[in-house]
C-alpha cells in the first residue's frame, strides 16, 4: 500500500511540473506545447489507475485538476493562429473525470 501511495505523490509531483511548464507557455505565449499536454494526458491515465476503488484522493491533487482545466479552458481561445488545440479540451476533460469518475458514482 505504501508503494501505491508514494506512485500517487510522485504523479502528482509530475503533474504540478508539468502544469508549471505548459500554462506559462499557454498563458503568456499563447501556446500549446502539445508533448507536455501528452505527458499531462498520461498522467492522468495513470492516476486514475491508482486511484480506482478510492473514496478520496487529495486536496491538492483535486485543486491541480480544477485549476488545469479552467485555465485550458480559458487560455485556449487565446492561441496563436496555427497553433491546433484539436481535441485536447475534451481529451483533459475526459481524463480528468477518469480520476474523479468513482467519487461521482455513489
Same mark, same amino acid.
Given at each position: 500500500? &505504501?508503494?501505491? @501511495?508514494? *506512485? $500517487?505523490?510522485?504523479?502528482?509531483?509530475?503533474?504540478?511540473?508539468?502544469?508549471?511548464? =505548459? *500554462?506559462?507557455? #499557454? /498563458? =503568456?505565449?499563447?501556446? *500549446?506545447?502539445?508533448?507536455?499536454?501528452?505527458?499531462?494526458?498520461?498522467? #492522468?491515465?495513470? +492516476?486514475?489507475? *491508482?486511484? /480506482?476503488?478510492?473514496?478520496?484522493?487529495?486536496?491538492? +491533487?483535486?485543486?491541480?485538476?480544477? &485549476?488545469?482545466?479552467?485555465? @485550458?479552458?480559458? $487560455?485556449?481561445?487565446? =492561441? /496563436? $493562429?496555427?497553433?491546433?488545440?484539436?481535441?485536447? +479540451?475534451?481529451?483533459?476533460?475526459? &481524463?480528468?473525470?477518469? =480520476? #474523479?469518475?468513482?467519487?461521482?458514482?455513489?
Amino acid at each position: 500500500m &505504501r508503494g501505491m @501511495v508514494m *506512485i $500517487e505523490d510522485e504523479l502528482e509531483n509530475k503533474l504540478s511540473n508539468l502544469i508549471l511548464i =505548459v *500554462i506559462p507557455a #499557454l /498563458k =503568456v505565449k499563447n501556446i *500549446i506545447l502539445h508533448l507536455e499536454f501528452n505527458e499531462i494526458l498520461n498522467c #492522468l491515465d495513470q +492516476l486514475s489507475e *491508482i486511484l /480506482k476503488g478510492k473514496q478520496l484522493i487529495s486536496k491538492s +491533487l483535486a485543486n491541480k485538476l480544477f &485549476r488545469l482545466y479552467t485555465t @485550458v479552458e480559458t $487560455e485556449l481561445v487565446y =492561441v /496563436k $493562429e496555427g497553433e491546433e488545440p484539436g481535441d485536447l +479540451l475534451p481529451q483533459l476533460y475526459m &481524463r480528468i473525470m477518469a =480520476v #474523479l469518475g468513482e467519487l461521482f458514482m455513489d
